[in-house]
């Protein structure tokens, strides 16, 4: 079974542009979760989406959206970036998003914005 | 906002000795989890606790739930090169699937 899967792997942005990121999770998994990862903040929890409802949201500027489709594929977008958003961003999938669940996280979007 | 504090940052140990390494919080939390990041990864899962003062292990991973339920520590014995990586702990916010990341060991093995 596939893993998660996330593109871009790498991207370069400049100031003020907009970003989307993809995730597709694993296979049957209903679940995703995105997650901002910077040397000085650490991995920071931005939202989680089921059944393409944003069910919790972390502490983080209306410029971070998402969105999950009915395939549970999920999308993040960053509008007017920032150089503060440079960051890996990771998402992470589960089953059915129950408390007790495993998250499985993908590789990865490195984002550099100059 | 909510914390949890790793410690140590990093360390570095030579081939065959165990590691201690633990995470605290100034609140409460019932469920505990321990993940493992290695250069360009996503972190993997390691051991996951849920009741207080529970021990697990997975292998030569050992993990315990503190019985303050404000702490957990993870112990991997006699370390291996691929033991290399972050390692993090996390906290589960009751009642939310949001989860809040420590801010990480960092493992050097030496040969």
């Known amino acids: 079974k596939a893993g998660v899967t996330q593109t871009p792997r790498y991207l370069i942005k400049t100031r003020g542009q907009q970003v989307t990121l993809s995730c597709s999770p694993i296979s049957g998994h209903r679940s995703v979760s995105w997650y901002q990862q910077t040397p000085g903040q650490g991995l920071q929890f931005l939202f989680e989406y089921f059944s393409e409802t944003q069910r919790n949201k972390g502490n983080f500027p209306g410029r971070f959206s998402g969105r999950q489709f009915s395939n549970s594929r999920s999308e993040m977008n960053v509008s007017t970036l920032e150089l503060g958003d440079s960051a890996l961003y990771l998402c992470a999938s589960s089953l059915a998003g129950a408390y007790s669940e495993t998250q499985y996280f993908g590789p990865g979007t490195r984002l550099l914005v100059l | ?111």
Do not use: H
């Open chain 2, 1 to 111: 906002g909510q914390q949890l504090n790793q410690s140590p940052q990093s360390m570095f140990i030579q081939e065959g000795e165990d590691v201690s390494m633990n995470c605290t919080s100034s609140s409460i939390f019932n469920t505990w989890l321990w993940y493992k990041q290695d250069p360009g990864e996503g972190p993997v899962l390691l051991i996951a606790l849920y009741k207080a003062g529970e021990l697990t292990s997975n292998g030569r991973l050992t993990a315990q739930f503190g019985t303050t339920r404000k702490d957990s520590f993870l112990n991997i014995s006699a370390s291996i090169p691929s033991d290399v990586g972050i390692y993090f702990c996390a906290v589960r916010l009751s009642g939310t699937y949001k989860y809040i990341f420590g801010t990480g060991t960092r493992l050097k093995v030496l040969a």
